[in-house]
């Protein structure tokens, strides 16, 4: 199992940028793919973005020219760079992680983080 630390939220205004960061330690995957997911209060969680070993990545069309995902492996670190925010991007966002080379934030993932709160004002 992958232990997943989050990082990086916070408030902005809209039109700011936040980079998230996702600490993983433990058990490490060859083949894995990562997401970064978000809930906002009584909403259903959505995916944003994911990215695999080789470094393939998909986002969801609300987020796409705006959010980068990025990993650093040597750092065995996650980012997520937000920019252009938007007041509907306020949520929890959390990240995840699971072994395999299927990548889609549709799929199943075995570990998850506590979350990190971004809230965005107009």
């Known amino acids: 199992q992958v232990q997943l630390v989050e990082s990086g939220g916070g408030s902005v205004q809209a039109g700011g940028s936040l980079r998230l960061s996702c600490a993983a330690s433990?058990?490490?995957?060859?083949?894995?793919?990562m997401g970064w997911f978000r809930q906002a209060p009584g909403k259903e969680r959505e995916g944003v973005a994911t990215?695999?070993?080789?470094?393939?990545?998909s986002y969801a069309d609300s987020v796409k020219g705006r959010f980068t995902i990025s990993q650093d492996n040597a750092k065995n670190t996650l980012y997520l760079q937000m920019n252009s925010l938007k007041p509907e991007d306020t949520a929890m966002y959390y990240c995840?992680?699971?072994?395999?080379?299927?990548?889609?934030?549709?799929?199943?993932?075995?570990?998850w983080g506590q979350g990190t709160q971004v809230t965005v004002s107009s």
């Open positions: 995840a992680a699971v072994a395999g080379d299927y990548c889609s934030t549709r799929r199943y993932f075995s570990d």
């Open positions: 433990g058990h490490t995957y060859s083949r894995y793919c």
């Open positions: 990215i695999d070993a080789f470094g393939r990545t």
